[in-house]
């Protein structure tokens, strides 16, 4: 479980393909503080840590995974969002989110607002109707807010903090971003599905 807070920014050292998809990730963590098997959201896949170094761990993705996010474009140097899973006690300041990706939305525009960065993005249609103004939507790992929604389009700000503190500032028009829909708002739609 995460917040899409996130709490460092990743360097993929290596990519390679060896039955399944093998990436090293170089961070900031103390890695003396992560166990083998640990979940670590990348560009908010949850991911499984299945080798560590001093300031590098190892994941593996499966090509499913691979099918269903964007990681088939990781390539070495690329720059990742990276969070640690949620402990008991910690601060909640994003929204709950499970590091399982429901699809990909493509940037659509970009226009600056400001010191801001209103972004538009396109959904999948079958996970459109799960995205509300205002509501929840964690995007390459990261809670943003919806400012607007216009069938399949929706838009959130971009404020300078974020992209300075996550991958947000690399971002363009075409680029395909991992979506997590809001997991409250895939139960209320099914509530309503049953009534």
Same mark, same amino acid.
């Given at each position: 479980?995460?917040?899409?807070? $996130?709490t ?5 050292r ?7 998809m093998?990436?090293r990730?170089?961070? &900031? =963590? *103390?890695?003396? %503080?992560?166990d083998? &098997? %640990?979940?670590?959201a990348?560009?908010?896949v949850?991911?499984?840590? $299945? &080798?560590?170094?001093?300031?590098w761990?190892?994941? *593996?993705?499966?090509?499913?995974t691979?099918?269903k @996010? ?14 640690? %899973? ?14 399982h ?9 970009? @226009?600056?607002e ?17 995205i509300?103004p205002?509501?929840?939507v964690?995007l390459?790992?990261?809670?943003? @807010? #919806? ?11 971009v ?5 300075? #503190?996550?991958?947000w500032?690399?971002? %363009? #028009? ?8 809001d997991?409250?708002?895939? =139960?209320v ?7």
């Amino acid at each position: 479980m995460f917040t899409g807070i $996130v709490t460092d920014i990743g360097h993929l050292r290596h990519v390679e393909q060896r039955g399944d998809m093998r990436a090293r990730i170089g961070c &900031g =963590y *103390d890695m003396v %503080a992560v166990d083998m &098997g %640990a979940s670590i959201a990348c560009d908010g896949v949850c991911l499984t840590v $299945v &080798g560590i170094g001093a300031d590098w761990f190892d994941v *593996d993705v499966s090509a499913e995974t691979v099918s269903k @996010t964007n990681l088939g474009t990781w390539v070495a140097e690329r720059r990742v969002n990276l969070e640690r %899973a949620l402990k008991v006690g910690d601060e909640l300041g994003g929204h709950i989110v499970s590091g399982h990706v429901d699809g990909l939305a493509e940037v659509v525009g970009m @226009t600056d607002e400001g010191d801001s960065t209103r972004i538009t993005l396109s959904a999948p249609k079958d996970l459109a109707r799960f995205i509300a103004p205002k509501g929840s939507v964690t995007l390459n790992g990261t809670s943003l @807010t #919806v400012n607007e929604v216009d069938g399949c389009d929706f838009g959130i700000n971009v404020i300078p903090h974020t992209k300075q #503190v996550t991958t947000w500032g690399d971002v %363009a #028009v075409g680029d395909q971003i991992n979506l997590e829909i809001d997991t409250l708002a895939r =139960y209320v739609a099914r509530l309503a599905e049953m009534s």
